[in-house]
């Protein structure tokens, strides 16, 4: 199929009231309508959802969308609805629908009115579900937060695994799209072969985030005091503070609260409620900072964040950059802070010990490049795209003397040495 490129415009504006595609969008978009299976390697936020969104509202049939989190399927979903004004032209296939709810959506499929089925990877495993799909037109299938498919991504999801062998069954040449935030060649090379999509095209942005400035600072037993300091110096603005275990989030929020900042907390012990709750406080800008474990953030789409703690080291550079990609998305400010001890390093290797031997191994090997990151004395960002497979010359205008590094130069030995002594 070949679409002129002022229908492609045309379609964007009608779907979606945008007068431009970001980035690589519309190549991306081409390549989809052309039939082609397609990979997809974009920071958060560079727009990857629109990529198969607007193909599968221009083409015919349903395309099936395969996510992780139930909660992100019900953002897009509500926010498709929005601009078509047609309930049916999008839904969300689980477990938690009633059989009068899985009737419609079986309905409006048949009759082609959907042109978006959000499923998780575990509602695709049921053979009745597989069934059905088999047996009516099925434009596309879009694999969203593809590295879950990955052992060395972040999010590895064993579900994932199984999804070759069911699109397999679901059609013959059904072309497949992966995307993922996720840059590291491993990664990439588990999705392709998992996927089987060898000679899919391959579009990637670059992972630069030039607004954003990284800075490691040595994590001392006054750390809390160092976090109400800085979130005092930058009081009014928005930001996340990251801790390992739920237990910390609770007594930092608690510090903070006391010490007068709108503060807090998220993890996943929380109940909904209280979840849904701090998290729309935060969106609201009802209070300013949410201390969370990483079970927040992921599909929080709230632009304005100027700045993201740590005050753990996370365990891997994917997790460090995803959630500090979560500062100053509007282009604006965005401060990332990072909090680092060899003794929260050698905690995160004691947490792995009871896993199985492979999984040890590569938590170690990434765990090993976060310390060397937390370490290094070269410019941080250059660092991270290194990592991600881009060089970078460190020119001003893209963030070159945006981190601590390349302001306040030190010896690297200096630096080894403060850590140990922590
Ligand atoms: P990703 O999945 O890559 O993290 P999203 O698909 O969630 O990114 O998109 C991030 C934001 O960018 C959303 O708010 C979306 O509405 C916006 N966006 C996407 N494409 C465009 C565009 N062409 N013009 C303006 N905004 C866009
Ligand atoms: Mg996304």
Known sequence: MSIAKADLQGALKTYFGFNTFKGLQESVIKSILDGNHTFVIMPTGGGKSLCYQLPALMQEGTAIVVSPLIALMKNQVDAIRGVSNEEGIAHVLNSSLNKT???????????????????????????????FLRSVKISFMAIDEAHCISEWGHDFRPEYRNLRHIIGRIGDNIPIIGLTATATPKVQEDIIKNLGISGAKTFKASF???????????????????????????????????CLSRKRVEELAQVLQVNGIKAVPYHAGLDAKSRSSHQDMFLM?????????????????????????????PKSIESYYQETGRAGRDGG????????????????????????????????????????????????????????????DNAIGEGGDMDDNVRHPKKKTEAKDNAKFL
């Open 101 to 131: 709810e899985v009737k419609r959506v079986k309905e409006d499929i048949v009759s082609q009115k959907t042109k978006l089925l959000y499923v998780a990877p575990e509602s695709l495993t049921k053979e009745e579900n597989v069934e």
């Open 208 to 242: 630069n985030r030039p607004n954003l400035y990284y800075e490691v600072r040595p994590k001392t037993k006054n750390v809390d005091v160092d976090i109400i300091r800085f979130v005092k110096q930058n009081e009014g603005k928005s930001g996340i503070v990251y």
């Open 285 to 313: 800008e009802d209070i300013d900072v949410v201390v969370a474990t990483i079970a927040f953030g992921m599909g929080i789409d709230k632009p304005d964040v100027r700045f993201v703690i740590h005050h753990d080291i």
């Open 333 to 392: 400010e965005g401060h990332c802070l990072a909090f680092y001890s060899y003794k929260d390093i050698e905690k995160l290797e004691k947490f792995m010990s009871g896993k199985p031997v492979a999984e040890q191994e590569i938590g170690h090997a990434l765990l090993q490049e976060m310390v060397a990151f937390a370490e290094t004395s070269i410019s941080r960002r250059k660092f991270i795209l290194h990592y991600f497979g881009e060089e970078f």
